[in-house]
Nanobody, 118 residues
Framework: VQLQASGGGLVQAGGSLRLSCAASGITVSSYHMAWFRQAPGKERAFVASISNSIDNTYYEDSVKGRFTISRDNAKNTLYLQMSTLKPEDTAVYFC????????????WGQGTLVTVSS
């Protein structure tokens, strides 16, 4: 399984970015997938997830209404659309996969850096 995250960059507060996570070795529609982030000096934290098959979505409270997680099954890619970005959203963002047989996210992408300037 390989997860290739991309789309990070430098953006001003209030701006938008879309992160992508291209998967190989798995079919994204069959797995529970998520985005996590790790800010400087902090532990990795949950951002958003999408369930397999029925696409239920879940968000960390601080990103509700600003971020949208989705996937394109034809492209086998997970996305995170981020809007109204704030400096506190600055972090390395990771995509992750949880097999349905597991309670843990077992596969991780390499991370993509998002920097929001004030």
């Amino acid at each position: 399984v390989q997860l290739q995250a991309s789309g990070g960059g430098l953006v001003q507060a209030g701006g938008s970015l879309r992160l992508s996570c291209a998967a190989s070795g798995i079919t994204v529609s069959s797995y529970h997938m998520a985005w996590f982030r790790q800010a400087p000096g902090k532990e990795r934290a949950f951002v958003a997830s999408i369930s397999n098959s029925i696409d239920n979505t879940y968000y960390e409270d601080s990103v509700k209404g600003r971020f949208t997680i989705s996937r394109d099954n034809a492209k086998n890619t997970l996305y995170l659309q981020m809007s109204t970005l704030k400096p506190e959203d600055t972090a390395v963002y990771f995509c992750a996969v949880r097999p349905t047989s597991s309670i843990r996210f077992e596969y991780w992408g390499q991370g993509t850096l998002v920097t929001v300037s004030s």
